[in-house]
């Protein structure tokens, strides 16, 4: 069983940078590869950014390529999302996830455990 917990979510200007961090309660890389995912108000849930068990393979949506970053820091058992160049749509509830499998995926059906979600505003 693994607990997650996000924080770090707010509200930011576009253009601004936020920086979300999520806290397990047991070693993070043990096999499970992380994932961070949003929801906007009247949307599906959506893959935002991956990385494998070791924390060496990471990958990322098309919408934020080059503007998010996914790191983790195992003696600290968290995973983090920095987000830079924030734009209004990138408004929405971030979660952070640990897969069932070493591997990243940009489904959330292979996530077994889910925290409880972070509000990210950014305003025009």
């Known amino acids: 069983q693994v607990q997650l917990a996000e924080s770090g979510g707010g509200l930011v200007q576009a253009g601004g940078s936020l920086r979300l961090s999520c806290a397990a309660s047991?070693?993070?890389?043990?096999?499970?590869?992380m994932g961070w995912f949003r929801q906007a108000p009247g949307k599906e849930r959506e893959f935002v950014a991956g990385m494998d068990w070791t924390g060496s393979s990471t990958f990322y949506a098309d919408s934020v390529k080059g503007r998010f970053t996914i790191s983790g820091d195992n003696a600290k058992n968290t995973v983090a999302l920095q987000m830079n160049s924030l734009e209004p749509e990138d408004t929405a509830v971030y979660y952070c996830?640990?897969?069932?499998?070493?591997?990243?995926?940009?489904?959330?059906?292979?996530?077994?455990?889910w925290g409880q979600g972070t509000q990210v505003t950014v305003s025009s």
């Open positions: 996830a640990a897969s069932r499998f070493p591997r990243a995926s940009d489904s959330a059906r292979e996530y077994a455990y």
């Open positions: 047991r070693r993070t890389f043990s096999p499970y590869a």
